[in-house]
């Protein structure tokens, strides 16, 4: 089972920027995408983007793009996300999942792995 820890979450002020990293214990062939989630206080999980391990393939949320990058370093089974331009709204915390197999599509219509979560707060 794949374990996933999440960093580089903090306390930014608005417009600033933020990456947060995301590293898988390890990969397997069945690991095929990663995918990025956040839940703010009082409100439901939303997805943000996903990304293929295999040849980079990204995916995001229509609210999300813009101002959010994914990204990954197959060598160091990392997938991370640069937020720039941040808003109080986007204050939330961050969590990184991954999917079991490829029977979950792409992207992803469902995840297995999930990591603890890093809080992330934007200050107005």
């Known amino acids: 089972q794949v374990q996933l820890v999440e960093s580089g979450g903090g306390l930014v002020q608005a417009g600033g920027s933020l990456r947060l990293s995301c590293a898988a214990s390890k990969r397997t062939l069945n690991d095929y995408a990663m995918g990025w989630f956040r839940q703010a206080p009082g409100k439901a999980r939303e997805f943000v983007a996903a990304?293929?391990?295999?040849?980079?393939?990204?995916y995001y949320a229509d609210s999300m793009k813009g101002r959010f990058t994914i990204s990954r370093d197959n060598a160091k089974n990392t997938v991370y996300l640069q937020m720039n331009s941040l808003k109080p709204e986007d204050t939330a915390v961050y969590y990184c999942?991954?999917?079991?197999?490829?029977?979950?599509?792409?992207?992803?219509?469902?995840?297995?792995?999930w990591g603890q979560g890093t809080q992330v707060t934007v200050s107005s």
């Open positions: 990304i293929r391990w295999s040849g980079g393939s990204t």
């Open positions: 999942a991954a999917p079991i197999s490829t029977h979950r599509g792409w992207p992803p219509d469902e995840y297995d792995y």
